[in-house]
T-cell receptor, first 113, second 110 residues
Framework: DSGVTQTPKHLITATGQRVTLRCSPR?????VYWYQQSLDQGLQFLIQ???????AKGNILERFSAQQFPDLHSELNLSSLELGDSALYFC????????????FGPGTRLTVL | DQQVKQNSPSLSVQEGRISILNCDYT??????FLWYKKYPAEGPTFLIS?????DKNEDGRFTVFLNKSAKHLSLHIVPSQPGDSAVYFC?????????FGKGTKLSVKP
């Protein structure tokens, strides 16, 4: 158990809908990262937050957004969902922004029908 | 263009033998190199790492080698065990951000 929790574990929804994925980092970790893993793909970095502020953006679509709250939990919002958004979404956390080891949650499997 | 490549999608090894997983990269900016292991239905878990100032780091059965001139990273598992069967990702880091390879699925047969 990495100490990072993600909810829900599974999510099934329809095209055009909007969903919110939630992540609670390890106790004391200030940095949160979101990744997408599609079929046969590696982990694609989406976005990073540090202590409530956005710090880095990767391959995140404009239909996707995220935020980190004062209690350090983070939410990833996916809107106008398309079939191709079906994937595993992982959250990871680390103590500080320059610490290279990240601790991953179990992931949320999103299925868009 | 992929910055990090794991050219072997899968690898099958006999129990007790050595498993060698490889990773190539194109950009010299990375200063930290990591290997993660992933079982089905779980998130990746950190396995071993090496900084750019070293060329080898060992932790039990796991050894990571870094060849900066060749821009090549490898993970050796000796001896391999059936419980090592998983997908292995290399991840290259700079200032806390990681770029992952697509993974190599290792199968260790009894």
């Amino acid at each position: 158990d990495s100490g990072v929790t993600q909810t829900p574990k599974h999510l099934i929804t329809a095209t055009g809908q909007r969903v919110t994925l939630r992540c609670s980092p390890r106790s004391g970790d200030l940095s949160v990262y979101w990744y997408q893993q599609s079929l046969d793909q590696g982990l694609q970095f989406l976005i990073q937050y540090y202590n409530g502020e956005e710090r880095a953006k990767g391959n995140i679509l404009e239909r996707f957004s995220a935020q980190q709250f004062p209690d350090l939990h983070s939410e990833l919002n996916l809107s106008s969902l398309e079939l191709g958004d079906s994937a595993l979404y992982f959250c990871a956390s680390s103590p500080v922004i320059t610490y290279n080891e990240q601790f991953f949650g179990p992931g949320t499997r999103l299925t868009v029908l | 263009d992929q910055q990090v490549k794991q050219n072997s999608p899968s690898l099958s090894v006999q129990e007790g033998r050595i498993s060698i997983l490889n990773c190539d990269y194109t950009n010299s900016m990375f200063d930290y190199f990591l290997w993660y292991k992933k079982y089905p239905a779980e998130g990746p878990t950190f396995l071993i790492s090496i900084s750019s100032i070293k060329d080898k780091n060992e932790d039990g059965r796991f050894t990571v080698f870094l060849n900066k001139s060749a821009k090549h990273l490898s993970l050796h598992i000796v001896p391999s065990q059936p419980g090592d069967s998983a997908v292995y990702f290399c991840a290259l880091g700079s200032q806390g951000n990681l770029i992952f390879g697509k993974g190599t699925k290792l199968s260790v047969k009894p």
